[in-house]
């Protein structure tokens, strides 16, 4: 650990007994943007800390026959039909197993079938307020100009993924140009990001140092005075060194520069993907956001792709299993396609993307034709030495992932658990 980090963990544990002294809970301190604000940044801003990212993305209906059919991956990691496209990159990959029966996948908490899909991002777990990108976005996303991204391929804006209980967070963008304009036209400066985004954060904690001076005495205000002092000193020297902080490719960013399609309609699923993939990387690596969500259609699952006949849920309940795994191999595609892309990209702070961001996919179904909520096709990728890639690891259902993606983004403890037992053990290292 270098001087700079271990004198920042310090001034934290220090500043965390002067809060505590102050008569203020550390519960409320978290719960709130002062939490984001002084807890989250402190450790941000220290040099040797990398920025983590995450990246949900939602594939609906399960996979044929369930994961131990047609996903789930052999203890020497060979693929299965609807897992084959990952071959190249599956060595970034952690798959999952369950607990109880190493040959199948895990359980979804609440059961599958159609309908209330906000349970795969955690909308039902006892005493949450909501999914975990919301939850994120209210600690990690707090001092982000987008507190967290959600983004839709052929959604048509139905049935979201993220909800507060059962009301559904409908802000999804379905159209990659929308979502490029709202991302980087006038409501958000782009230029500097870096800039901008340690603004943001000093702004949050300039605000929250004022809301708790009223409640300190002389001596405690006098402290808080310093170190607000040492916040005002930090936005100067941003300030002095503003116009070097925009990562390559953010001043001015060009939509589709390859010229793709992208019509909103079911035969350009693919071209509408990758459009919405770049949206998604050229937001985190420009720092943006921290938090995005992808949801790839629906529950029902009324929708095509590219090359494929008939609509995807045709294809589930055909009776057909072939039918059901050309398609269920065709996200897969997808998604090896996204983390080929965080592989390929370079991280403004060294390394390429893939090495900071931690994919999830999701599902809301173990089998679709049969609706099951067990040996379900859960999945992380990349996360960089953080995480035990490679692997099959053990865990017992969906809830506990997501606390393991709290744990990875540091907000574990901070933000209401999913799961009484805690995150999976054996994915972070």
């Known amino acids: 650990m270098s001087h700079e980090k271990q004198a920042a ?65 052999s203890a020497n990691l060979a693929l299965k039909t609807c897992s084959q496209p990952l071959e190249s990159v599956k060595d970034e990959c952690v798959f999952f197993r369950s607990r109880s029966d190493a040959s199948k996948g895990i359980e979804i908490i609440g059961g599958g079938g159609h309908g209330n899909s906000q349970r795969v991002l955690g909308a039902f777990a006892d005493g949450v307020g909501g999914t975990i990108d919301l939850a994120l976005e209210e600690t990690v996303g707090a001092t982000s100009p987008v507190a967290s991204l959600r983004l839709g391929v052929r959604t048509r804006n139905l049935d979201p993924v993220s909800a507060r209980w059962y009301s559904g967070v409908t802000d999804y963008q379905d159209n990659p140009q929308t979502a490029f304009e709202k991302l980087f036209g006038g409501a958000v400066d782009t230029s500097p990001i870096g800039a901008r985004r340690d603004k943001k954060r000093l702004e949050i904690n300039q605000a929250a140092l004022a809301k708790i001076k009223t409640k300190l005495g002389t001596y ?37 520069p390859s010229g793709l399609s992208a019509d909103l309609v079911d035969s350009e699923f693919t071209n509408l993907f990758a459009l919405q993939t770049e949206n998604a990387i050229l937001a985190l690596k420009c720092d943006i956001t921290r938090v995005v969500t992808i949801q790839l259609g629906t529950h029902q699952s009324d929708f095509g792709v590219t090359g494929l006949d008939a609509d995807y849920h045709t294809s589930v309940h055909s009776g057909n299993l072939d039918f059901y795994a050309e398609y269920r191999t065709y996200f897969s595609e997808r998604i090896a396609h996204l983390i080929e892309r965080l592989k390929a990209e370079d991280d403004p702070n060294g390394g390429k993307m893939i090495d900071s961001t931690l994919v999830v996919q999701v599902t809301d179904m173990g089998d679709g034709g049969s609706h099951t909520g067990s040996d379900a096709a859960f999945m992380f990728a990349g996360g960089g030495n953080a995480v035990n890639r490679g692997t099959i690891i053990p865990a017992d259902n969906h809830h506990q992932l997501l606390d393991t993606a709290a744990e990875y983004m540091g907000v574990y403890g901070v933000i209401k658990p999913y799961d009484a037992n805690g995150p999976v053990s054996g994915i972070l290292v």
């Open 220 to 256: 405690e205000l006098q402290r808080l005075e310093q170190h607000q002092a040492a916040i005002e000193k930090l936005k100067t020297d941003i300030d002095s060194t503003s116009s070097s902080s925009t990562p390559m490719g953010c001043s001015d960013p060009t939509f589709n």
């Open 9 to 73: 963990l310090m001034q934290r544990r220090n500043f965390l007994k002067f809060i505590g002294k102050a008569g203020l809970s550390l519960p409320l301190l978290q719960a709130s943007s002062l939490g984001a604000g002084m807890l989250l940044s402190r450790q941000a801003l220290a040099a040797d800390t990398a920025q983590r990212r995450v990246i949900f993305i939602y594939v609906p209906d399960g996979t044929p026959q369930g994961a131990s059919y047609s996903f789930l991956p």
